[in-house]
């Protein structure tokens, strides 16, 4: 089978106008960025913002190295949906330089199910990600400054700043440094660091706005220190929300691009799953609704993460609706390493490792049936599998009571999504969608903690030491008792050991500090081994790309 790059290349896609016109939005509403991409001009979309689509949200069981075509499948279910009769759209976040340069690579989807162009989307696309670097460090600057010009008597005290900085960029060096040293000169020395710009509560800001009065009431509202008597010290205090605001101007608009069969697809927003929400912006998603017939939106990484804080954190502000259906994507290879078989053993039949490691589906699947939603599992196809590999999945499901449907839009597009596309337009059709959040919002932050812990992660307990759960007991008196939380861990395992793979029992989650995100409207609360910046690995994804003299991009898998 071609690589990505050549099946992209092969493929003729249309002027970004065009694919516009397909939503009735018209050329004067564009701003161009070249002839393949754009941002929607009037954050009040041409449909009058009124919802008149369908929602499915894509999710998946817990990732692993062999790859579960999550974007990809989401992707090849919009195509699937438009050949079938139903106007689609896909809602997409946009790639990071860190995953994009490290571990991860690309994330334009794979194989004939891609958006496009998927090199200029991989890489700066329409600098929405530098905006928010910007707008972030922009803040970074005049907090120091403050300390700079304020010193000890001032408004905030050095020592409780809580305000990092940001890069888009995996570097492991940059997560604790120390600034201000040399002399006065050059400000107040004291220890900080760097989180990678996904990671930034100003990116979750971004997706979480409805429009730009929200995004500066949000902006003023983080929490960026406290005073010398523990008093909570905001953005607003400093002035910064305008300036942040006035960077932001572009990065709130919505970007359109298209799939590689002529979808509109709306690429906007990109908070981490592991980290912050890990969804595709409110706005983004809002104009989606209400320009077709159906939005395909994804998720960041399993049911335990990206979907329980879709639920939990976007649907809970009421500023986007329930779903009427999700998608739960499920691979061979992925339930076969998840019953212990090695990443070298994979393409090997072995039903035995299969059928243990259905097991981590089969908790993805109680996980999404916990929010009353209906679902349909997503068997993605591998050349390597099986057939009776792929009978005993759909057996398993089948004793579940689940519905299960085979995708092949890696090979076939979005003719290899149609199975898929009628089954999830049934689930929707038929069956009941009773949703409900997990929690209530006056329920206290640690049994919001030990909720998700329980339920959605299986845990038996959650420990923390006494100064995280003084640390809670303030933030509730600071007035923000009622906001949801946004768990940090691994992706890896539905537990805090990236390890435990398949379904750990009888584990205590073990929570090791939280942060409040009070513009974003959420707490962090970060578990196990977290890291905020990622790290590069030993053999990156960098040291495969290249430009030749044409300016032709490879290695961008």
């Known amino acids: 089978m071609p690589s990505d790059r050549e099946i992209a290349q092969k493929k003729e896609i249309l002027p970004i106008v065009k694919i516009a016109e397909k939503l009735g939005i018209k050329a004067e509403n564009l701003e161009l960025f070249g002839k393949y991409k754009a941002k929607i001009l009037r954050l009040d979309s041409p449909g009058g913002g009124s919802r008149r689509g369908k929602l499915v949200m894509v999710t998946a069981m817990s990732p692993t190295p062999a790859g579960e075509g999550k974007t990809t499948t989401s992707i090849g279910l919009a195509d699937a949906f438009n050949r079938i009769g139903m106007k689609s759209v896909v809602a997409l976040r946009e790639p990071s330089l860190g995953p994009v340069f490290g571990m991860k690579g690309g994330a334009t989807g794979g194989g004939y199910a891609q958006v496009a162009p998927r090199e200029e989307i991989n890489l700066h696309f329409t600098?929405?990600?530098?905006?928010?670097?910007?707008?972030?460090?922009?803040?970074?600057?005049?907090?120091?400054?403050?300390?700079?010009?304020?010193?000890?008597?001032?408004?905030?005290?050095?020592?409780r700043v809580l305000w990092k900085r940001v890069m888009d960029m995996d570097d492991r060096v940059l997560r604790e440094v120390v600034i201000g040293i040399g002399g006065p000169l050059r400000g107040i020395a004291r220890e900080t660091g760097f989180d990678i710009t996904a990671a930034s509560e100003?990116?979750?800001?971004?997706?979480?706005?409805?429009?730009?009065?929200?995004?500066?009431?949000?902006?003023?509202?983080?929490?960026?220190?406290?005073?010398?008597?523990?008093?909570?010290?905001?953005?607003r205090q400093i002035k910064a929300e305008g300036a942040m605001a006035a960077l932001l101007k572009d990065a709130l608009k919505p970007n359109?691009?298209?799939?590689?069969?002529?979808?509109p697809a709306f690429v906007h927003g990109?908070?981490?799953?592991?980290?912050?929400?890990?969804?595709?912006?409110?706005?983004?998603?809002?104009m989606a609704l209400s320009l077709s017939a159906i939005v395909v939106t994804e998720s960041g990484f399993g049911s335990d993460l990206g979907a329980e804080k879709f639920f939990d954190i976007v649907v809970r502000t009421g500023k986007i609706p329930p779903p009427d259906a999700c998608v739960l994507v499920a691979t061979v290879r992925a339930l076969k390493m998840h019953g212990g078989v090695s990443l070298k053993e994979v393409d090997q039949e072995n039903v035995?490792?299969?059928?243990?490691?259905?097991?981590?589906?089969?908790?993805?699947?109680?996980n999404i049936q916990h929010f009353g939603v209906p679902f349909v599992v997503a068997l993605n196809r591998f050349a390597?599998?099986?057939?009776?590999?792929?009978?005993t999945v759909k057996e398993l499901c089948r004793k579940d009571g689940v519905r299960i449907a085979l995708s092949e839009v890696f090979s076939k597009g979005g003719e290899g999504g149609e199975a898929l596309a009628r089954e999830v337009r049934e689930a929707i059709e038929k069956d009941k969608n009773t949703f409900q959040l997990l929690y209530p919002d006056d329920m206290p932050l640690a049994e919001k903690i030990e909720t998700v812990a329980r339920?959605?992660?299986?845990?038996?307990?959650?420990?923390?030491?006494g100064k995280t759960q003084r640390k809670i007991k303030r933030i509730e008196e600071q007035g923000y008792s009622h906001i949801p939380v946004c768990i940090a861990k691994t992706q890896y395992s539905l537990s805090d050991d990236d390890e435990a793979l398949g379904r750990p029992r009888d584990f205590t989650l073990i929570v090791t500090d939280v942060s409040l995100s009070s513009g974003a409207g959420f707490l962090v609360v970060y578990c196990g081994d977290i890291m905020t910046m990622p790290g590069l690995p030993k053999t990156p994804s960098a040291e495969k790309i290249d430009v030749d003299g044409e300016g032709n991009i490879t290695g961008l898998s």
């Not at 922009?138 to 010009?149: I, P, Q």
């Not at 359109?256 to 979808?263: A, H, R, S």
């Open 270 to 286: 990109g908070p981490f799953a592991n980290i912050a929400h890990g969804t595709s912006s409110v706005i983004a998603t809002q």
């Open 455 to 465: 339920r959605i992660y299986g845990a038996k307990a959650v420990a923390m030491e």
């Open 256 to 263: 359109l691009v298209q799939t590689l069969e002529g979808t």
């Open 202 to 235: 100003v990116m979750a800001i971004l997706c979480l706005a409805s429009g730009m009065d929200d995004l500066k009431k949000r902006l003023g509202d983080i929490l960026i220190g406290h005073s010398a008597d523990r008093e909570p010290v905001f953005a």
């Open 127 to 159: 600098g929405d990600i530098h905006a928010v670097t910007a707008a972030h460090n922009l803040l970074s600057a005049m907090v120091d400054n403050r300390l700079h010009f304020d010193g000890s008597s001032g408004l905030l005290d050095c020592r």
């Open 384 to 391: 390597s599998d099986s057939e009776k590999e792929f009978e």
């Open 352 to 366: 035995d490792a299969l059928v243990k490691g259905y097991e981590n589906l089969q908790k993805h699947i109680e």
